[in-house]
């Protein structure tokens, strides 16, 4: 069984940077590829990006390519989202989850475990 639990969202002036932060329980993390995902008021939850078991490979949704970055520590068990150029539309509760498998890409419901979420505002 893996824990994860995040932090680091909190309210931000559009324009403005945030820096996420996942900390993962257990020795596998560094066999997990891991993702962040979100969700908007009324909306369902959206991919954001998702990051290899080594770091080696990244992928992100259009809509935060160039604006946001996954990373990875995998000697803290931690993975990061550093989030620049935020707009209010990146206003969500903000998730980070471990695929055990490789293969879940983008669909969250192939993913093993999930943290609680940390709240993103962004001010207009």
């Known amino acids: 069984q893996v824990q994860l639990a995040e932090s680091g969202g909190g309210l931000v002036q559009a324009g403005g940077s945030l820096r996420l932060a996942c900390v993962a329980s257990?020795?596998?993390?560094?066999?997990?590829?891991m993702a962040w995902f979100r969700q908007a008021p009324g909306k369902e939850r959206e991919f954001v990006a998702r990051?290899?078991?080594?770091?080696?490979?990244?992928y992100y949704a259009d809509s935060v390519k160039g604006r946001f970055t996954i990373s990875r520590d995998n000697a803290k068990n931690t993975v990061y989202l550093q989030m620049n150029s935020l707009e209010p539309e990146d206003t969500a509760v903000y998730y980070c989850?471990?695929?055990?498998?490789?293969?879940?890409?983008?669909?969250?419901?192939?993913?093993?475990?999930w943290g609680q979420g940390t709240q993103v505002t962004v001010s207009s």
């Open positions: 989850a471990a695929d055990s498998s490789a293969y879940a890409g983008t669909y969250e419901q192939k993913y093993d475990y």
């Open positions: 257990g020795r596998l993390f560094s066999t997990y590829a």
């Open positions: 990051i290899s078991s080594n770091g080696g490979r990244t």
